[in-house]
């Protein structure tokens, strides 16, 4: 379980921590005011189709915000995902990577490769599936709402409770393709992706 | 006048019979595990059954294959409404366990954290670390009011070794499971009343019904079922089967037997009114002074019809004689019946509580039998009996010609067995094996699916450990000295395996050994003083200054007082601690009070730990660790017992002997010895030639077969070898092959050994008991 949270990410330098700066934009909202969207609806409105997105890989920036913290903390790395296979390497402040492969979730860090917990692969299977476009996967976890800010966003909201134990939204953005998600956790400290894709693999 | 008094005692039996019945009195069970032998330690029994028992309940049914998430989800829909599915999950509040952790900031340390305490640079590093992760509840919930984190890596750690299991879209999925497979498992608890005997068989088929519609609905998945429930329902299925097949099949070649020697029915009526008597005394008997009966013990109870009807063969021959005189035949009777019960009192000597039942049943049953010869078979058979078959006298003749050839030849015989039996035992030692299987019935499907769900909710190479304390510090110290040397095998297997990985230029996942129990959750008051004098000393050497010059955040350390038991106790992470600490109250007084006269246990699981390991980690505490494993305890338990009985079989001889000296003289007690010893060699020898090591059972059996040995001796001693004696003889031999032979073909091993040793044990005192005797007339 620890490994579920571990997108183990180190610090050489703790100087990137105050360069990170980012505007606290993005607003958790309340589902009173959101209309339920079907898988279809969701695919229809961020433009993307079923499995198109498999095959990609590219580059990301991690913005973590913490009510706490004065600035956010960012650290950055480039992914590859296929069918059945996922890999999320950070590089930046520290490299690690998280492996996904055959149904099994290995973590490296400068401390060798272990395997990890089960736990741990439902949070690499969501980003899996969040960054594939793989909606269908995501609804036996999620409801998905209209996103009233935003034209091209949508609201993910966990179903079980196994989930809602780590994550209170998801807040997706993209058109064609996947292109931000923000997670909110139970506290509304927020996590902040931003993908950027390179050619098809 | 003895017609009047059977009649009474008949109708006295009948009105006990109907009154445990309609009062409940007789209830079954088949639960395997309680034939199991008990620890001696009290403290240590009772703390097996705090964290075991709950097992019992569990029913677990696993779902692997391409379609194994829909036959998962189907199984469930299928089973939901059922009233013996109760699924109770326990509700992870992660917010709730940190915010109780939280007030103790600053004598909590996890392992990582501690480690990074070492230099700023470190532990920068660790922070981190802990804040690029995406999501990390315990960080959020606690950074607020710990800056420092470790309040989140600590209840972070504690959460994260009970990972055998994850919930993964409302379902549970094993973390164990095979390379590529999913495996998700649901795991049920049935009531206490699903157990008995009749339920357990209707449960269990109705769960497996469920299965088969899966099954038919997803042919690629594959559903395996495990629980007691299943072993219950398998083994008393077998037993109802055995006992009413075994009972009725003996029963049936007994009736035919008596029929063809008698050819009357008042002797088909005697020996089935014998029959009866002696089963409903045994009935009564168990149902008055067990709790509940097991079903197992019926199955061997079924030895009470051959036994029984022994003492009405011996009355009938006897009647049928010209001048009937039933005054020997009642003296053999009594001191046959006083020989086999205590025989049988023997049995209560070893481990396994069901003996205690056999033996009721068994002697409560043989009065019911001597009852019902001395009183009722007199009366209906006297005056009408009349033995005219002349075939049978010829043979009869012909067989006490054969004894007395072999009479003549005694001891050119006896010499000549003796030095076989002696050489065969020269030439091939006989070995034991005493398993925990002998006693289970069920099917290799049930073990394998049993043995599948250990391994993957356990792991591999788990050892559990017992710690016993008389404080609760002092329980916890142990464990955490475990689990410094544990550590210290981590730290080698982690050398080892990157030495591994930079030869081979390969990622090597490692399989570190791991402990898990009560210190994760609660550390020891002296390591939680070490833990703060650790954290002030990082302080006092600016190991956070980095990373509060980073974050603006300020580290600081409050002095609280240790987290203590007794606040876990009613805390939101109880249901996680308490299954594995038992809090023996030896003075009774104290309701869960730690006063110094409690005594503490705890159960410390480890895993990926081989046996050598186990015995240099837990070595040096005395009596304080003891490892748990339960199949060699009762292998261990059940050798011992094997032992001490060959131990009491000797007694149980030297006894007899001495009785027979003190009656009949030192040559029939040398002769009686020698044969009883021959015949139990002889069964013994020939038992390990057909099934291979012997076992407790084997030894069991030679009690018994000393038990009926004794009735044949007696009854030759006192009545010779006249026609009437040597018939009922022959035809209690008969009868006690008939019940036992049958349970040969018992699928439990145990009931095999048991009935393969006396059968053998019977042929040969039935051959070697007239060459011992000193007849009448030598006499």
């Known amino acids: ?201 | 006048m003895k017609r009047q008094l059977g009649l009474i005692q008949g109708l006295v039996a009948m009105f006990l019979l109907v009154f445990v019945l309609i009062t409940g009195k007789a209830k079954f069970q088949a639960d395997i595990l309680s034939l199991l032998p008990q620890n001696v330690q009290t403290v240590v029994q009772d703390a097996e059954s705090h964290f075991f028992d709950g097992n019992k309940k569990h029913v677990f049914i696993s779902f692997s294959g391409t379609n194994a998430k829909l036959s998962h989800d189907q199984f469930l829909s299928l089973s939901q409404n059922k009233p013996w599915f109760n699924v109770k999950t326990l509700e992870l509040d992660l917010e709730k366990a940190v915010q109780f952790y939280l007030p103790y900031q600053g004598r909590l340390l996890a392992d990582n954290f501690s480690k990074s305490l070492s230099s700023s640079e470190r532990y920068s590093l660790f922070a981190s670390q802990k804040l690029t992760e995406i999501v990390n509840p315990f960080v959020s919930a606690s950074i607020a009011q710990d800056p420092s984190l470790s309040t989140a890596e600590f209840v972070e750690q504690a959460f994260a070794k009970n990972d055998s299991l994850a919930l993964e879209d409302g379902r549970l999925k094993s973390t164990s499971s095979e390379k590529g497979q999913q495996q998700f498992i649901i795991i049920f608890t049935i009531d206490n009343e699903a157990l008995n005997v009749n339920k357990a068989i209707t449960v269990a088929q109705e769960i497996k019904q469920v299965i088969h519609q899966v099954e038919t609905q997803y042919p690629d998945s594959g559903v395996k079922y495990s629980g007691v429930l299943f072993h219950t329902a398998e083994n008393s299925s077998q037993a109802k089967f055995e006992m009413s097949f075994f009972g009725g099949l003996s029963l049936l070649a007994m009736l035919v037997m008596v029929y063809f020697v008698f050819r009357s029915k008042t002797a088909l009526l005697s020996v089935t009114l014998t029959i009866a008597n002696a089963v409903i005394y045994g009935f009564i008997a168990l149902a008055l002074l067990f709790d509940s009966v097991h079903i197992i013990s019926l199955v061997f109870g079924v030895t009470l019809i051959g036994i029984s009807i022994d003492y009405c063969f011996h009355v009938l021959t006897e009647l049928h004689n010209k001048k009937p005189s039933l005054t020997t035949v009642n003296k053999s009777i009594l001191l046959g019946f006083i020989s086999t019960a205590l025989g049988y009192i023997l049995l209560t000597l070893a481990p396994m509580s069901f003996l205690s039942q056999v033996a009721t049943f068994i002697i409560a049953g043989l009065v019911g039998a001597m009852v019902c010869v001395f009183t009722l078979v007199p009366a209906i058979s006297s005056s009408k009996l009349g033995l005219n078959n002349s075939k049978l006298d010829k043979q009869l003749r012909y067989l006490i010609n054969i004894i007395h050839q072999f009479q003549a030849r005694r001891v050119v015989l006896l010499v000549v067995v003796s030095a076989l039996v002696f050489v065969s035992y020269l030439l091939l030692p006989i070995k034991f094996n005493d398993s925990i299987a002998d006693l289970n019935g069920s099917s290799a499907t049930l073990i394998s699916n049993e043995a599948f769900h250990q391994k993957t909710l356990s792991g591999k190479d788990v050892k559990r450990l017992f710690i016993l304390g008389s404080t609760i510090e002092q329980v916890l110290q142990t464990e955490e000295v475990i689990r410094s040397r544990v550590l210290a095998l981590s730290s080698e297997t982690d050398a080892s395996s990157k030495l591994v990985s930079k030869v081979t230029a390969q990622a090597i996942p490692q399989v570190i050994p791991k402990v898990t129990g009560i210190s994760d959750w609660l550390p020891s008051k002296q390591r939680q003083n070490d833990n703060n004098k650790q954290l002030m000393f990082a302080q006092s050497n600016d190991v956070f200054s980095s990373w509060q010059e980073a974050t603006g955040l300020e580290v600081t350390f409050k002095t609280s007082a240790p987290l203590t038991y007794q606040a876990i106790k009613n805390s939101v992470v109880a249901p996680y601690v308490l299954p594995f600490i038992y809090v023996g109250l030896n003075n009774g007084t104290g309701v869960d009070k730690e006063n110094n006269n409690d005594e503490f246990v705890s159960l410390l699981q480890l895993s990926n730990i081989s046996r050598a390991q186990l015995v240099s980690i837990t070595e040096g505490f005395g009596g304080r660790v003891i490892t748990f494993d339960k199949a060699e305890n009762i292998s261990q338990i059940m050798t011992e017992s094997r032992e001490s009985l060959l131990y009491w079989f000797m007694l149980a001889l030297i006894m007899f002997s001495l009785v027979i000296w003190f009656r009949f003289g030192l040559k029939a007690a040398g002769n009686h010895s020698l044969a009883l010893v021959l015949s139990v060699s002889i069964a013994l020898m020939l038992s390990y030639m057909i099934q291979g090591p012997l076992n407790l059972f084997n030894v069991l059996a030679m009690m018994l077969i000393l038990a009926l040995a004794i009735d044949y001796l007696i009854f030759y001693q006192y009545r010779g070898t006249n026609s009437s004696n040597v018939l009922a003889i022959s035809l209690s031999a008969l009868s006690s092959l008939f019940v036992f032979g049958v349970l040969i073909f018992s699928k439990t091993p145990a009931v095999y050994s048991f009935g393969l040793t006396v059968m053998l044990g019977i042929v040969s005192i039935f051959i070697l008991a007239p060459l011992s005797v000193v007849n009448k007339e030598e006499q």
């Open chain 1, 1 to 201: 379980m620890k490994a579920l949270f571990s997108f183990v990410c180190c610090v050489f330098s703790l100087f990137l921590i105050n360069s990170a700066i980012a505007e606290n934009t993005v607003i958790a909202t309340t589902s009173a005011d959101k209309v339920s969207l079907s898988v279809e609806q969701v695919e229809k409105r961020l433009q993307i189709e079923q499995g198109e997105l498999y095959n990609q890989h590219g580059d990301f920036i991690q913005r973590k915000y913490f009510k706490v913290l004065k600035k956010p903390f960012l650290s950055s790395g480039n992914f590859e995902i296929s069918n059945n296979r996922f890999i999320w390497k950070t590089s930046k402040p520290v490299e690690s990577a998280i492996i996904f492969k055959s149904g099994e979730l290995y973590f490296k860090d400068n401390s060798g490769s272990k395997k990890a917990p089960a736990q741990a692969s439902t949070i690499a299977q969501l980003l899996q599936h969040l960054i594939a476009g793989n909606f269908t996967a995501l609804t036996d976890s999620f409801a998905f709402y209209d996103d009233n800010n935003t034209a091209n966003c949508v609201t993910l909201k966990p179903k079980t409770s196994s989930m809602t134990a780590f994550i209170e939204q998801i807040i997706l953005c993209g058109d064609n393709q996947v292109d931000e998600f923000v997670l909110f956790d139970k506290n509304m400290n927020r996590t902040e992706i931003s993908i950027s894709y390179n050619k098809e693999l």
